[in-house]
């Protein structure tokens, strides 16, 4: 089981940079791939970036690519999203998310454990 803690979120203005910070607890940690999710209501919960147990393999979504950069470090059970160039369309609450699963990453649903969730908020 792993417990998650997201931080740094705030309110940036158009191509500001943010750093997301996702603390975990739990003797597994780097058992779990961990992802990164967003959800502007009344939109659905969408998919961000990934990053797989020892971090050697990550994954974008489209609308992030080349903008965002998602790392692990599991010494110190951290996860980070670095945000580049944010757009006021970035602006969503931003959840991390762990899964043991293999595949499927960029489904919320294979997801077990999820944060409380950081807001971030990008004006124009």
């Known amino acids: 089981q792993v417990q998650l803690v997201e931080s740094g979120g705030g309110s940036v203005q158009a191509g500001g940079s943010l750093r997301l910070s996702c603390a975990a607890s739990?003797?597994?940690?780097?058992?779990?791939?961990i992802g990164w999710f967003r959800q502007a209501p009344p939109k659905e919960r969408e998919f961000v970036a990934t990053?797989?147990?020892?971090?050697?393999?990550?994954y974008y979504a489209d609308s992030v690519k080349g903008r965002f950069t998602i790392s692990r470090d599991n010494a110190k059970k951290m996860v980070y999203l670095v945000m580049n160039s944010l757009k006021p369309e970035d602006t969503a609450v931003y959840y991390c998310?762990?899964?043991?699963?293999?595949?499927?990453?960029?489904?919320?649903?294979?997801?077990?454990?999820w944060g409380q969730g950081t807001q971030v908020t990008v004006s124009s």
């Open positions: 990053v797989s147990w020892t971090g050697s393999n990550t």
């Open positions: 739990g003797r597994t940690f780097d058992s779990y791939v």
């Open positions: 998310a762990a899964t043991s699963r293999a595949t499927s990453w960029e489904e919320s649903y294979v997801y077990n454990y």
